[in-house]
Structure formats: structure tokens, C-alpha cells
């Protein structure tokens, strides 16, 4: 298993700012996503956090508003830049350890803008 | 496209028993993944299918038809916990998770 440490756990931010969230992992993995769901919706895949690289971005999603860093195998960021009400949600910082295995989950940041 | 099934809501007595279904159409596959989600938490893994048939684990079973498409999550004597959404996933020939849009489950007395 993996334990994910996500922060932060919440935040009430203004629009035009920027907001960081961290993910550590107890342990090193293979793969680091982030996630993000929309009230009573599934998951929404944002980009797969690639170490030492450019992450690798859905579609509808780009780096210069979601750009990601994840300097080793244990730790990543997400920043949700120039922050618009429509980027109120939750974001999830998922983890796998190897390709057939289950993936992991952060306790998730509740992101709302005003 | 990929596409992922499953009823958006059911309704179960506590005690009883309750299955939740999910098909799916995806390039490829490798696996088939059963997540329980309270609300303002994040997923938790329940079962994992890869080969077809039944897998057990306590209250909860998971079954899976490859040539059908087709999976279930079987939970047995429900307890009011139970209540949640259900996450079906779907991973596909890249090993990327593809996630159905969940199932959220009512418990009653």
C-alpha cells in the first residue's frame, strides 16, 4: 500500500491568484496523477506527474494552468493557476506502484474560488 | 471512444443485499478496479478483476466477463457504512485508468 499526504486539505482562495498543492508518499512509486471531481462526478484525469520530466496532460488541460513538478518518486505539485470560480473543486493526487496494480488516493483539496 | 456504464443511483434495505453493475468499451484491457467513495473523502480500493469470474472478499464480491464487457460489485448484508458512490475503473492497453461516472448507493433501515 501507499500512504499519501495531500495539503492542503481545503482552501477558500480569490480569482486571479494561484494555489499550490503538495503530495508525498511514504514510500516510492511508480506513477503520480492528479485528479479532479466535480461535485457528485467521477474522476477527471488532469495529467500524469513524470519525474524528472514534463508532465503529460489530458485533453483540455495545459501546463501554463496546471503546471506540475515532481522532483523525485516520493513528491509532487499541482498548481491551479489564475484561479477562476469554474477551478472550484476537488483536487486528488492519485499514486500506483507499478502498472497492474491499484492506484492510491490523497485525502483530496476542496478548492473554492470566489 | 472509451466508455464506461453504471446506474447513477440505487437504493438498498440495511441487512439486504445489493448489486451494482458496470460495462465498459475501452482500447484494451488490463484490469477492472471497484473504488468506494464517501462523500468529502477520497476513493478507497475495494477489488481488483483481471481474469474472469468472482472474486470474495468478506461482504463484498466482484465479478468480471471480459467477452461481455460486463462487471459487478456484490455487497451482502448492507450495513448503513455502506452508503457511498462506487466507482467502476477500466484500465485500458496504455495502463491508463478510465472512471466511470459512480454509483451512488442509499442504505435505508
Known amino acids: 500500500s501507499a500512504v499519501i499526504s495531500q495539503k492542503p486539505s481545503r482552501d477558500i482562495c480569490q480569482r486571479g491568484t494561484s494555489l499550490t498543492i503538495q503530495c508525498q508518499v511514504d514510500s516510492q512509486v511508480t506513477m503520480m496523477f492528479w485528479y479532479r471531481q466535480q461535485p457528485g462526478q467521477s474522476l477527471t484525469l488532469i495529467a500524469t506527474?513524470?519525474?524528472?520530466?514534463?508532465?503529460?496532460?489530458e485533453s483540455g488541460f495545459v501546463i501554463d494552468k496546471f503546471p506540475i513538478s515532481r522532483p523525485n518518486l516520493t513528491f509532487s505539485t499541482l498548481t491551479v493557476s489564475n484561479m477562476s470560480p469554474e477551478d472550484s473543486s476537488i483536487y486528488l493526487c492519485?499514486?500506483?506502484?507499478?502498472?497492474?496494480?491499484?492506484?492510491?488516493f490523497g485525502q483530496g483539496t476542496r478548492l473554492t474560488v470566489v | 471512444g472509451q466508455n464506461i456504464d453504471q446506474p447513477t443511483e440505487m437504493t438498498a434495505t440495511e441487512g439486504a443485499i445489493v448489486q451494482i453493475n458496470c460495462t465498459y468499451q475501452t482500447s484494451g484491457f488490463n484490469g477492472l478496479f471497484w473504488y468506494q467513495q464517501h462523500a468529502g473523502e477520497a476513493p478507497t480500493f475495494l477489488s481488483y478483476n483481471v481474469l474472469d469470474g468472482l472474486e470474495e472478499k468478506g461482504r463484498f464480491s466482484s465479478f468480471l466477463s471480459r467477452s461481455k464487457g460486463y462487471s459487478y460489485l456484490l455487497l451482502k448484508e448492507l450495513q448503513m457504512k455502506d452508503s457511498a458512490s462506487y466507482l467502476c475503473?477500466?484500465?485500458?492497453?496504455?495502463?491508463?485508468?478510465?472512471w466511470g461516472a459512480g454509483t451512488k448507493l442509499i442504505i435505508k433501515p
Open positions: 475503473a477500466v484500465r485500458d492497453s496504455n495502463y491508463q485508468l478510465i
Open positions: 492519485s499514486v500506483t506502484k507499478g502498472e497492474g496494480t491499484e492506484a492510491f
Open positions: 506527474a513524470n519525474q524528472g520530466s514534463e508532465a503529460t496532460y
